[in-house]
């Protein structure tokens, strides 16, 4: 799945998203508090600690989302059946990804690092014992969001920031 991230003249942002299954989506993002969009901390953030089944994993499983708008392809005749059935089946890793996101936008917006402490409370909403989460992959995705903090703040009008997901490994 290949996602494309750019400013809306509101200041919020827009992903446009092929799903590699030639349908493609725009997904409109609600906030505009953080320095970084919402919807990219989940993309990064996901992709470094290995939730492959929070939003950006559902969205390519077929799940669709109020702010999610289709806006090249077709979609499945039992497209809403099979959302229903990739959010269910998601849920809990939906609320948890929900969380451990919050930890980083905080930790992105306020310069400060994404502590094992805060991933473990952050997990302790949806699971028991110790996050998976390392200290290593919590570091690593906030170092990536600060790069994209500062590539969002030059971005200007029609530009965007390319992602892959899941990361396509041969391009590193």
């Known amino acids: 799945m290949h996602v494309e991230f750019s400013k809306r003249a509101d200041g919020g942002s827009l992903a446009l998203i ?4 030639g349908v493609t989506l725009r997904l409109r993002s609600y906030e505009r508090t953080g320095d970084v ?4 901390v ?3 953030g996901e992709r470094a600690l290995g939730i492959t089944d929070g939003l950006w994993g559902s ?3 077929g799940a669709l989302f109020e702010s999610l708008e289709v806006v090249g392809g077709r979609l499945r005749h039992d497209r809403r059946q ?4 990739v959010r269910k089946a998601n849920a809990v890793r939906l609320m948890l990804a929900e969380t451990v996101v919050g930890v980083l936008q ?5 310069d400060g690092p994404a502590t094992k402490a805060a991933l473990d409370a952050a997990w302790g ?14 570091a690593s995705a906030v170092q990536e969001l600060r ?24 391009r590193r």
């Open 37 to 40: 969009p919402h919807d990219a």
């Open 147 to 170: 790069t994209l903090r500062d590539r969002w703040r030059r971005l200007g009008p029609g530009d965007t920031i390319p992602y892959d997901w899941p990361p396509d490994r041969r």
């Open 59 to 61: 969205i390519r499983a």
């Open 125 to 138: 909403i949806t699971g028991t014992g110790p996050s998976p989460f390392t200290t290593d992959q919590a």
């Open 42 to 44: 989940h993309f990064l």
């Open 106 to 110: 905080q930790s992105v917006d306020r």
């Open 18 to 21: 092929d799903r590699g299954d």
């Open 82 to 85: 099979r959302s229903d059935a």
